[in-house]
């Protein structure tokens, strides 16, 4: 198996395999540990009769072609894969800081600085995937991680691997989405502007700005693009305008990823190493 390993061909026997990470309808991930490097990654192990069940394969294949071609700093890295008879594993970048969701939830909400320089990390990755002609990165927080340097990483569970802390959202929430995708009208990249706006929007209050008890009411706050700002936690004017120049129906009238790098809001507050949480 040496020289296996050395072509890339991974086996489970390259591998010491730790605490599970977060499991979900398709598999499980857990941090493991490459014998010979000792390097940290996370496997992701997913079972070919669910995926055969759900008639997943084509996703998982486009998935895994997508994640393993998009190389940049803040999207979860995609090293290889392998598979044994009734298991397709996957070897993906670890994040030892963990889910940005889990800091959101601890903290309430983020200072400004926080959520400027994750929203420039994020226009970072989504300009880039978007020059890879990949759109619609499945980004809300659970997708969300940290490096050990607080930098964020765009990690695309597809196939909704959910992770070990307790989930407030469930799953296939309709919060993050753009109204055109909602309706089911054609959609372009500028859906992933619309979720910067829901971002930004949920890391300064604390909840996304179309929450609702009910599905139904967050789809009619969606479509209506019913925003408004509370008056706590005091939030700056340049933040709102920047939320409010993604929060656009018509989607070609969104401000573009380019324009938003150059918001003052953004210049401001954001740090240019893409890293602040302590
Ligand atoms: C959205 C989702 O399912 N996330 C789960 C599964 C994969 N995943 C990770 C993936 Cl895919 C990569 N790196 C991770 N690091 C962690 C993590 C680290 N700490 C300290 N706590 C956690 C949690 N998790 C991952 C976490």
């Not at 591998?15 to 599970?20: H, L």
């Not at 989504?126 to 997708?143: G, T, W």
Request: proline share 4%.
């Amino acid at each position: 198996e040496k020289n296996a390993a050395a072509y890339g061909q991974w086996s489970l026997k390259n591998f010491e395999i730790g605490r599970p990470l977060g499991r979900g309808k398709f598999g499980r991930v857990y941090v493991a540990r490459e014998v010979k490097s000792k390097y940290i990654v996370a496997l992701k192990v997913l079972f070919k009769e669910q995926i055969d069940k759900y008639r997943i394969h084509h996703q998982l294949r486009r998935e895994m072609e997508i994640q393993s071609t998009l190389k940049h700093p803040n999207v979860l890295r995609l090293y290889g894969w392998f598979d044994d008879d009734d298991r397709i594993f996957l070897i993906l970048e670890y994040a030892h800081g963990g889910e940005l969701y889990g800091v959101l939830r601890e903290r309430g909400h983020l200072t400004e600085r926080e959520s400027a320089t994750y929203i420039a990390s994020l226009a970072n990755a989504l300009a880039y995937c978007h020059s890879q002609d990949v759109i619609h990165r499945d980004i809300k927080p659970e997708n969300l991680l940290l490096d050990h340097e607080g930098r964020l990483k765009i990690a695309d569970f597809g196939w909704s691997v959910q992770s070990r802390s307790k989930r407030h959202t469930m799953c296939g929430t309709l919060d993050y989405l753009a109204p055109e995708l909602v309706e089911n009208k054609a959609h372009d990249y500028t859906v992933d502007n619309w979720t910067l706006g829901v971002l930004c929007y949920e890391f300064l209050y604390g909840a996304p700005p179309f929450e609702a008890a009910m599905q139904h009411d967050t789809f009619k706050r969606i479509v209506k693009v019913d925003l408004s700002f509370p008056p706590n936690p005091p939030v700056s004017k340049e933040a709102k305008d920047l939320i409010s120049r993604l929060l656009v129906k018509d989607s070609a009238k969104r401000l573009s990823l380019k324009k938003l790098m150059d918001h003052p809001w953004i210049i401001k507050n954001a740090d240019p190493k893409g890293a602040c949480i302590q």
